[in-house]
Every structure is written in structure tokens, then in C-alpha cells.
């Protein structure tokens, strides 16, 4: 059909992204991969070698990437909240789309490429088998490292509430209390009272008194504070000046380095870990006293930045930003397929620490430039065919 005077007008641009913004994305993500693949080497068959001490370095190192993903999830949440939208279902079905079937996607991969339909498939019963799908697919991920598809997806469904939550409880504080209570406290107190609980359950399940695998890493209860911290993240930051701001993420800076050698010392301390390794408790990442701090205080300085309205200039991290939800999906299939699979590149790996670093950059760099690719080549393609439309040979 042909296009109206109107319709043939250049569209307005687009916002420019942050590349600061992008930046601690692209830290994130290249930090989830050199976790995941530099912490397979972080084991009892491999303890007290070089690639043992750089798997364990940098799964310490990055281990604010998971919350610090959260956190900016919920601040482009609340930017992108704070401008006019279309309806509730809208907001769903645009969540679900963008996040559920690449997720959906990735998980089929899994299922079949890293074995586990054959543990699937040797369940009892029809019931057994489909509790299994349910809970991995909904909760755990099929792939173990998937987890963090179920719980931002929780996470978003959950936005809507916690956007409005500070304005529900300072209508009924009025109704109580007049106008003595204000709407920025009501936000401080409600993260002040998630942070509890983040704590909480963290000291909890570090104890064993709760689940770890349970009622932290795939809990959206455990990560609420990072996410309404970053939704209401304008009204928190308003609380503190500019050099404030500034001396606070010093300070944070020093304590996250205070954590780094605390937990750095413990883990490496054999009459604690065992002399092969075989007592740590790695998994226990984000519950463990020194990272669960580190983490807040990391993600807290990182944050600073944002409030300062940082906008760095472009560059190969902040290239990976717009592709760190493809990163996660896809990383571990490609290092299974590309590393994994080959003694021969694990052994190189053991030889040469420094081949982790780079293949877990690789990784992040082939599948980010393929998205960009394809979005790049279907971006042409549509263009090309408006040119078409508007103007019909």
C-alpha cells in the first residue's frame, strides 16, 4: 500500500543508549562466562594448579555480575516505566516475547545437546517427567546456569506491583498518619526492609537451615532488593548528594576489596577447604557472608555512576550490552561445543590459564556479533522494502 505524506516522514530517533549503562552489562556478562567456564576448571581434580587459581579468581572477582544484572533490570525498568505505556497486558506479552522464547529456545537446546534427556527419559512415569519440565523450565532451568531466565521473568511480572507499592502504603500511612510520612521514605523503608531479607535468607541458607538451591540463587524472594532498588533507584539516589555519592562509592570500593581477600583467604586456606578442595562451598556464592557483601557494595558503587549520569564512550564492553540476554542464553552451549567437548582445548587450558580469559571473551564476541549481524541485515531488509512500498517501481 502506498504510504501518506505524513507516514513518509523520517521517524524521530530513537533514544541514544547509555554506553556507561552498557558498559556494566557488557562487565556482567563477560563476567558470567568467565565464571562459568574458569570456575570448571575450580575443582577437586584440578585444585592447587594455575588454571585452578584463575578459575577460582575470577569466579570470586565477578560474583556481583548476577546482581548487578538484577539491579539494571530494574533501573531500564523503572526509566522505561517512567514514560507513557500501553496496557498491563501489553507489558506482559512484550516481556514474554522478548524473554520467554529465546528462553524457550535455548532450553530445548540444552535438553538435548547437554545430555539431559537422557536423565530425563530414564525417570519413572509420565507424572516424574513432567514435574521435572515444570520445575526446570519454571524455576531451575534446564540447564542449571538457565536459572536466571525464570527468576527475571518472576521479577518482571512482579514490576507492576512494586512500582506501585510505595504509593499504596503512603495513601494508607495518610489515612493513619496525615502528611507526616513521605512517599521517598516509604521507598527507602521498603528497600531497607528487602535488604533484610536478602540477608536473611542468604545467612539462612549459608547455615543449611534453608535450601540454598531453593530459597537463594532461583529465588525472586532473595533478589528483590537488587530489582526495587533499581526500579525506584531516582528516589533512593536522591537521598545523597553528589560528593556523598562520590566518598560512598569509595568506600565501597575498599570494603568489596576487604571481602575479595577475606573470602580470597578462606578459600584457599586447606585445613577450611580440604587439601584436594573437597570441602568448599563455591556454590554458595551469593550466600556466603564475604560475597554476599562484596556483592551489595560492588553493585552499589557501580551504581554511582548512573547517578551521576555517566555516559561513557563507546567500546568493545559496551558492544556486548545490547546482547547479554543472547550471551547468557547461548554461552554454555557454544563453550560445551567449542571447549568442553575437546580434551585437547582443556588441556591447553591447563597449561595456559590465560586461554580461558580469551576463549570466555570469544564466546561473548561471536554470538554478540551474530545478533548484531542478523539485527543489522533484518534492520536493511526492512528498510529496503519501505523504500519499496513508498516508492513502486
Known amino acids: 500500500m502506498n504510504a501518506s505524506p505524513q507516514s513518509s516522514a523520517p521517524a524521530s530517533p530513537s533514544k541514544p543508549r547509555n554506553a556507561y549503562i552498557d558498559t556494566l552489562r557488557g562487565v556482567a556478562i563477560f563476567g558470567v562466562a568467565c565464571i562459568h567456564f574458569g570456575g570448571s576448571f575450580a575443582n577437586v581434580d584440578n585444585a592447587w594448579t594455575p588454571s585452578f587459581y584463575l578459575g577460582l579468581f575470577f569466579g570470586q572477582l565477578f560474583n556481583f555480575a548476577v546482581p548487578l544484572f538484577i539491579f539494571l533490570s530494574g533501573v531500564l525498568a523503572g526509566f522505561s516505566s517512567a514514560q507513557p505505556s500501553a496496557t498491563l497486558w501489553t507489558y506482559y506479552r512484550g516481556r514474554l516475547v522478548r524473554i520467554g522464547l529465546p528462553y524457550l529456545a535455548a532450553s530445548i537446546a540444552s535438553f538435548f545437546l547437554l545430555n539431559h534427556y537422557t536423565a530425563w527419559s530414564a525417570l519413572?512415569?509420565?507424572?516424574?517427567?513432567?514435574?521435572?519440565l515444570a520445575?526446570?523450565?519454571f524455576?531451575?532451568?534446564?540447564e542449571p546456569t538457565l536459572y536466571f531466565i525464570p527468576l527475571i521473568i518472576s521479577l518482571y511480572?512482579?514490576?507492576?506491583?512494586?512500582?506501585?507499592?510505595?504509593?499504596?502504603?503512603?495513601?494508607?500511612?495518610r489515612r493513619l498518619a496525615g502528611d507526616s510520612v513521605k512517599p521517598d521514605h516509604v521507598v527507602l523503608c521498603l528497600s531497607l526492609l528487602f535488604l533484610a531479607l536478602h540477608v536473611t535468607l542468604g545467612v539462612l541458607c549459608y547455615r543449611g537451615t534453608l535450601s540454598y538451591y531453593n530459597w537463594c540463587r532461583p529465588c525472586p524472594f532473595f533478589w528483590l532488593f537488587y530489582f526495587f532498588s533499581g526500579l525506584h533507584f531516582k528516589v533512593l539516589s536522591s537521598f545523597f548528594s553528589r560528593r556523598r555519592l562520590v566518598v560512598l562509592g569509595w568506600l565501597g570500593l575498599i570494603i568489596a576489596l576487604g571481602c575479595l581477600v577475606s573470602d580470597g583467604l578462606y578459600l584457599t586456606d586447606r585445613s577450611a577447604v580440604g587439601a584436594h578442595f573437597e570441602l568448599n562451598n563455591m556454590d554458595y556464592a551469593y550466600a556466603r557472608p564475604q560475597l554476599l557483601i562484596f556483592d551489595l557494595v560492588v553493585t552499589g558503587a557501580l551504581s554511582?555512576?548512573?547517578?551521576?549520569?555517566?555516559?561513557?564512550?563507546?567500546?568493545?564492553?559496551?558492544?556486548?550490552?545490547?546482547?547479554?540476554?543472547?550471551?547468557?542464553?547461548?554461552?554454555?552451549?557454544?563453550?560445551?561445543?567449542?571447549?568442553?567437548r575437546h580434551a585437547e582445548v582443556l588441556e591447553s587450558c591447563r597449561q595456559m590459564p590465560e586461554l580461558i580469559l580469551i576463549i570466555s571473551a570469544f564466546a561473548c564476541l561471536i554470538i554478540a556479533g551474530v545478533k548484531y549481524s542478523y539485527t543489522t541485515l533484518a534492520l536493511t531488509v526492512r528498510q529496503y522494502r519501505l523504500v519499496l512500498v513508498r516508492n513502486p517501481w
Open 124 to 132: 519413572p512415569g509420565a507424572g516424574a517427567k513432567l514435574t521435572w
Open 135 to 137: 520445575q526446570r523450565l
Open 139 to 142: 524455576y531451575f532451568g534446564v
Open 157 to 173: 511480572i512482579l514490576q507492576p506491583a512494586l512500582k506501585a507499592l510505595p504509593g499504596w502504603i503512603h495513601t494508607l500511612t
Open 304 to 340: 554511582i555512576g548512573i547517578a551521576l549520569g555517566w555516559n561513557w564512550r563507546t567500546n568493545l564492553l559496551s558492544f556486548l550490552g545490547p546482547y547479554t540476554l543472547d550471551i547468557y542464553l547461548w554461552h554454555i552451549l557454544l563453550l560445551y561445543e567449542g571447549a568442553w
